[in-house]
C-alpha cells in the first residue's frame, strides 16, 4: 500500500507539471512558441506519469493480494501504461486547442482528429486496465466517502460525499467547457456563459428534486417529516425535473444578461449539451447500483468491460443477484444513447442538414430526444425506479416531450416565416416547389401510417396504466410519434406555398 500511496503522488505532481507547461505554453507570445520542442518536453512528464501509474496499480496488486494471472496481469500493464498516457495526452491537447489563440490552422485541422482519436483510445484503454483488477475488487464497489468509516458501498453505511455528485458536477462542468469553446468560436470571447452557469445549474437540482417529491408524495414523503423534502443526499433526484428548470432558469437569465446577444444561439449551443452530462450523471447510477433493469443472464452482457458487469450483480434495493445473472446496466444504455443524440443533434443537424433549419431548432431537438429515449428505457426499468405508485405518468410525460419540441420547432419556423414576410426579407430558393412537395408527401404519408398503427393498436388493445409495452401503449407511443410528425408538414407547405405564389407571379409577367 505504501508504494501505491508514493507512486500516486508521483503521478500526481508529474499530471500537475505537464497541465501546468501547456498553461504556461499558450499565455507565450507567438513569437517564442515552438510546438515541436513543447510536445517533446510534454512526452517526457507524460511518460514518467504513465510509469508512477502503472507501478502504483501493482501497489494495489500487492494490497489486494491478487494472484498474478498471466492474462490479467497483461491487461494492467497496458491499461496502466496506455490509459494515463492518451488521457492526458487528450487533457493537455483539449487546453491547446480550445485555449490557444494563435495555434496553426494546420495544427488546429490535425489537433481535432486527434483529440478524437486520443478520447476513443483512453477510454479503451481505461476498460483495459480495469479489466486487470476486476476480478480482484469487492462488489459493490464504494459508491460514496464517509468522513469516520473511508469507502463505504450501496449496502455498507451512508457516505458524505457521494460518487453520483461527484459525477452530476463533473458533468455540469464539462458541458460548461464544451459550451464556452463554442460560444468563443460564436463570439470570440471566454466566459459569457459563466454567470448563467451559476443561475441554471442549482435551478435544474432543485427542478430535479421538486419533480421527485410530487411525483413520489404519496408513497414517499406523505407520512415523513418535512424537512426529509431537502434531503437529496439520500437520493431522490429526476432528469426531468432538471431538465426543464435548469433549461427556463438558464434561458431567462442569458436573455436578462446578455440582451446584444441572440438568445437562440445559446440554446443551440447548450441545451442539446446537456445529453453529455446527463451521461456522466448515469455513471453515478452505476456506482449507486441503482435504476437498473431486470435479471438476465450474465453470459448476454459479457461483452462489456468486466468491472461493469460484475459491480451489476448487486441492487441497491432488491440485492445480490441469483448466481449466473446480473441487473441490466441500463445506466451504460441510456449513457450511450445520450452521447450519440448529442452528436446526431449537433453534427447531423446542426451542420450536414444547417440549410433546413433555423436557430433554435437544436434546442427543441434536444427535448424530442429526451423523450424518445426515456420512452424507450422506462419500461426496461423494475418497478422501485418509476415514478409514483405506477410509474405511468412520468411515461406519459416522455411522451409529451416529443410532441412538445415538435411543436417547438414548428412554432419556430412559422414565427420566424411571418416575420421575414413583414421585413421582406423571404426568399424562395430556385428548387423549392420541388422539394417542398417532395418533402410534404413524404411527411404526410410516414404521418398517417404511423396515426392510423397507433389508432388501431389503441382501439383494439385495453388501457393498463402500467408501464410496459403493451398494445395500447405501443400504439400511443406511435399515435404521439404521428402526431408530431404530421406538424412537421407545416413547414414544408408554407414554403411550398410560397413558392408556387413565386412561380404564379413569374407566369403572370
Known amino acids: 500500500m505504501i508504494l501505491a500511496i508514493i507512486f500516486s503522488i508521483a503521478f500526481a505532481i508529474c499530471t500537475g507539471i505537464s497541465i501546468y507547461q501547456t498553461a504556461s505554453f499558450i499565455k507565450s507570445p507567438i513569437a517564442v512558441k515552438d510546438y515541436r520542442n513543447f510536445a517533446l518536453r510534454q512526452l517526457v512528464f507524460i511518460a514518467l506519469a504513465s510509469i508512477s501509474f502503472l507501478i502504483m496499480s501493482f501497489g494495489f496488486y500487492n494490497w489486494l493480494d491478487a494472484a498474478f494471472e498471466v492474462g490479467y496481469v497483461f491487461q494492467l500493464v497496458v491499461g496502466g501504461l496506455l490509459f494515463p498516457f492518451t488521457l492526458l495526452s487528450l487533457i493537455n491537447g483539449l487546453i491547446i486547442r480550445f485555449r490557444d489563440k494563435n495555434i496553426p490552422e494546420k495544427l488546429s485541422k490535425w489537433s481535432y482528429y486527434l483529440l478524437i ?3 476513443v483510445l483512453s477510454v479503451v484503454f481505461f476498460f483495459v486496465y480495469t479489466n486487470g483488477l476486476a476480478p480482484y475488487l469487492t462488489y459493490p464497489l464504494p459508491n460514496g466517502i464517509s468522513f469516520t ?7 455498507g453505511g451512508s457516505p458524505n460525499i457521494t460518487f453520483y455528485a461527484i459525477c452530476i458536477l463533473s458533468g455540469a462542468i464539462l458541458v460548461y ?29 432543485i427542478g430535479a428534486r421538486l419533480w421527485y417529491v410530487v411525483g413520489n408524495w404519496s408513497i414517499e414523503f406523505q407520512n415523513r417529516p418535512f424537512w426529509s423534502v431537502f434531503a437529496i443526499w439520500e437520493g431522490g433526484l429526476t432528469i426531468l425535473g432538471g431538465a426543464l428548470t435548469g433549461i427556463i432558469a438558464g434561458v431567462l437569465f442569458y436573455m436578462w444578461r446578455h440582451k446584444d446577444k441572440s438568445v437562440f444561439v445559446g440554446i443551440d449551443i447548450v441545451v442539446p449539451c446537456i445529453l453529455l452530462a446527463q451521461a456522466v450523471g448515469r455513471i453515478g447510477n452505476y456506482f449507486n447500483c441503482e435504476v437498473h433493469g431486470f435479471l438476465s443472464d450474465v453470459t448476454y452482457w459479457k461483452w462489456l468491460p468486466e ?4 459491480n451489476m450483480t448487486f441492487s441497491s434495493t432488491a440485492g445480490f443477484a441469483p448466481e449466473g445473472q446480473i441487473y441490466v446496466p441500463l445506466f451504460f444504455i441510456e449513457g450511450l444513447a445520450n452521447v450519440l443524440g448529442y452528436f446526431v443533434i449537433t453534427k447531423v443537424f446542426g451542420r450536414l442538414l444547417r440549410k433546413y433549419i433555423e436557430l433554435g431548432d437544436l434546442g427543441a431537438g434536444y427535448i424530442i430526444w429526451y423523450g424518445l429515449t426515456r420512452i424507450l428505457m422506462e419500461p426496461l ?3 422501485d425506479y418509476q415514478m409514483g405508485q405506477d410509474g405511468y405518468w412520468s411515461w ?10 415538435t411543436l417547438l420547432i414548428v412554432i419556430n419556423h412559422v414565427v420566424r416565416y411571418v416575420i421575414r414576410k413583414k421585413k421582406g426579407i423571404y426568399v424562395v430558393s430556385e428548387n423549392a416547389k420541388r422539394s417542398n412537395t417532395i418533402a410534404t408527401i413524404v411527411i404526410a404519408v410516414i404521418a398517417i401510417a404511423l396515426i392510423l398503427t397507433g389508432a388501431l393498436l389503441m382501439a383494439n388493445h385495453p388501457f393498463v396504466a402500467k408501464v410496459t409495452y403493451n398494445g395500447f401503449n405501443v400504439g400511443l407511443i406511435i399515435l404521439i410519434i404521428g402526431i408530431s410528425v404530421f406538424s412537421l408538414m407545416t413547414i414544408s407547405l408554407i414554403n411550398l406555398f410560397e413558392a408556387l405564389k413565386v412561380r404564379s407571379a413569374h407566369e403572370k409577367v
Open 307 to 310: 468491472i461493469i458487469w460484475r
Open 117 to 119: 482519436a486520443g478520447f
Open 177 to 205: 467547457f464544451v459550451c464556452d469553446h463554442y460560444m468563443y468560436k460564436e463570439y470570440g470571447k471566454h466566459g459569457l456563459l459563466e454567470s448563467t452557469f451559476y443561475v441554471a445549474f442549482p435551478a435544474g437540482i
Open 396 to 405: 406519459v410525460w416522455s411522451m409529451a416531450f416529443v410532441l412538445v419540441g
Open 149 to 155: 468509516d473511508g469507502l463505504v458501498t450501496p449496502n
Open 381 to 383: 426499468r423494475i418497478a
